[in-house]
Structures are given as C-alpha cells and as structure tokens.
C-alpha cells in the first residue's frame, strides 16, 4: 500500500483501434475504453486507486514505473496463440500479484485443442475432432458430419461465420481454408453437438470455488442459426435468448455443476472462469466446448455479468469479488 493507505490496483487492458481491418471481427477480442471504465468505476468505489496500463509493448516500463500492489489482469495479449498469457507472465517474472489464471492455464485455455486433450486425459467428454493444420490434411474418418470449424485460438466467436458446419467434405475444406487464410492459425474441426448449450460461471480457488447458476443459451432458428456465429453474438439481443438458471431436473443440474467443477480444477483456474459446453440430445451427457479464464467483462452484454446478476451480483460486485479472490490467494488484505 501507498501513502493514501489505498490498495493500489493496476488495470491492465487492450483496447480496439478500429484501423486497419482485415476481417470484420479483427478486434472481437479487443474491449472498448468504456469497459475498462465501467471495471475502474467499481475498483475505486471499492476503495482502490486505479492506474489504468495499455498492455502495448510498452507496458513493461509501465509496470516498473507504477509501483502497484496487484494487477486485475483484463488483457488479451497483442499477438499468437499464448497472447493471453503475456502479461502474467510478465508479471510472474517481476513477483507483482495478478487476478485470474496465469500464462500456463490461459495458454492452455486458448488453444481449444490443448484444451480439450487436457481434459478429455481426465475423462471429461469433449467432441471429437481434428486439427488442420493446412488445407491439405486428410480428414480423420473416424469424425462424423456434420462437422463445426473454427480458429483454434480465439474466442468473442472470431472465425465463427453462420455457415461454419460443413455438412460434406466440399464444405468442410473451404471452411478450413477460410479459417487459415484468414486467422493466421490452425482450424479445429469438431463433432458438431446438437443439444441445448450452456455457460457457467465460475468464481474463487480450490474447494471453495462458488459455481454460479447454469445459464442456457437458446438460440432463434428461425432467424439464426442453432449455434453463437459472430453475428449471433454481436445480435444477441434478436437472436439469442437467456435463461438464468436454466430449467433443469436436479440430476442434469448436479452433473453440469460437477462437470464445470472438474474441469476448473483440471485447468488449475484460479479467482474466475466460464465454461461453454452442450447437452447432448443423443446421450444427455455434457460436453465441453470450451473454457474462458478471462472471460469478457462488459456489463449486461458478456455471459458472466448477466450470470452474476442473476445471482445477486451487480456489475460492482463481480469485479470486487475477483479481486479479493485473487487477494487471498496471495494471502493480502482482501478489501
Ligand atoms: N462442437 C460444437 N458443437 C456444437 N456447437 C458448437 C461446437 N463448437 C462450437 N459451437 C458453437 O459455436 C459457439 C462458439 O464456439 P466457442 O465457444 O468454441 O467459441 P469462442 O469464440 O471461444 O467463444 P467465446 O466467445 O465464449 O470465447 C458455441 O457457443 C456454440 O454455439
Ligand atoms: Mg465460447
């Protein structure tokens, strides 16, 4: 702590530049100045000063100059598939405290592909799939149509046009192609999982972390698609719609929460997380789609701050929780 006595927070974030685009979703992953507003709105009416750090390249003199207690880490990472993890590392190496997971668990996180062999070793269910790695790979036979394809490294939907289920392998390898033209990476072609989807929210460490109610996600056919494409997110309002907590019999809700549960634990997530993942229509099993243990933040817009008020949670709050999830971790003063 400084002179004020005030727990010194830095925010670190990165910011959309609208310039320069090559796809439309280039900066999906990227916040607008207003979120990271809205985040230092609630960590100083927590009590906290705020030093606001663009995670540039330059942010490794800021860190030095700035002198804070703990970072609460919003930043994507400027470039590759461990982009996530740049700034925690950076911090680990300069022993300064940080919210959330750090670059180990986040790189995992990031690459679905990593991801889903990480758990699946656990016996986590998790759709079959294959990675291309050029347009040229020969599809694995044992991988049943339809099939989804996606970045392997993104998240915010970047990739995910509403035609992204390839039906026939003629589909299949433009989609690939569109995907490594594109995205500069690799594409991840899954099972694609009919069934009804859900997200959970996550907060806190080891057994006490609190599984937040299920939400369902139900999309509209009629006008979208059956699955959350770029467009469907970015049109959530129209075409999407939100349950929270789902309507689910007791034993569907005790496996989700158990399967979100292990698969927190087997990532060794730390303060935060959200878990994407389908319920079967074939089996009734859960399957894991992905995880986010650096899930988007805007209010009343991203998964977890919708989850969270229906939990009780105002936008506030959430934010100070995490950070005082991080701050006991670190055994500091929580605020
Ligand atoms: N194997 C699958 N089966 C069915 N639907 C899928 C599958 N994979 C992805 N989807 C659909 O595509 C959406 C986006 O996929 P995914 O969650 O992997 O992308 P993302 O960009 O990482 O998302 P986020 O914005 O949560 O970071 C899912 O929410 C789901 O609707
Ligand atoms: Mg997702």
Do not use: W
């Amino acid at each position: 702590m400084e002179d004020s006595g005030k727990l010194r927070v830095g925010l670190t974030y990165n910011l959309k530049k609208h310039e320069n685009l090559s796809n439309e979703d280039d900066e999906a992953e990227y916040d607008d100045m207003d979120t990271v507003n809205a985040i230092k709105n609630a960590l100083e009416k927590a009590g906290c000063e705020v030093c606001l750090m663009e995670a540039t390249s330059r942010i490794v003199n800021i860190i030095q100059e700035k002198d804070v207690d703990i970072v609460f880490n919003f930043a994507e990472g400027l470039k590759g598939r461990g982009r996530e993890s740049q700034i925690p590392a950076l911090l680990n190496m300069l022993c300064i405290p940080f919210t959330g997971s750090d670059e180990t668990t986040l790189a995992v996180a990031l690459d679905k592909a990593l991801a889903k062999r990480v758990v699946a070793s656990e016996n986590i269910r998790t759709p079959k799939f294959q990675v291309f790695f050029s347009g040229k790979d020969k599809l694995n036979r044992k991988l049943k149509f339809p099939l989804i394809v996606k970045p392997n490294a993104e998240g915010s939907s970047k990739g995910i046009i509403d035609t992204s289920v390839a039906n026939n392998e003629d589909e299949l390898y433009r989609l690939v192609a569109r995907i490594i033209d594109n995205y500069d990476q690799p594409a991840i072609v899954e099972e694609f999982i009919e069934g009804r989807e859900f997200t959970v929210g996550m907060l806190g460490n080891g057994d006490d972390v609190e599984i937040l109610p299920v939400m369902e996600i139900t999309f509209d056919h009629t006008r979208g698609t059956g699955f959350y494409s770029y467009n469907v997110k970015k049109n959530s309002e129209k075409l999407t719609s939100y349950t929270c907590p789902a309507h689910l019999t007791a034993k569907e809700e005790k496996m989700i929460r158990n399967f979100a549960f292990r698969i927190f634990d087997i990532l060794e997530c730390k303060d935060v997380a959200r878990i994407d993942l389908r319920l079967s229509r074939m089996d009734g099993k859960p399957y894991f789609l992905e995880i986010n243990p650096l899930p988007g933040l805007i209010d009343g817009y991203s998964d977890l701050t919708i989850i969270a008020k229906s939990a009780g949670m105002e936008y506030k709050d959430l934010i100070k929780r995490i950070l005082n999830e991080a701050l006991k971790r670190y055994r500091m003063q929580t605020i």
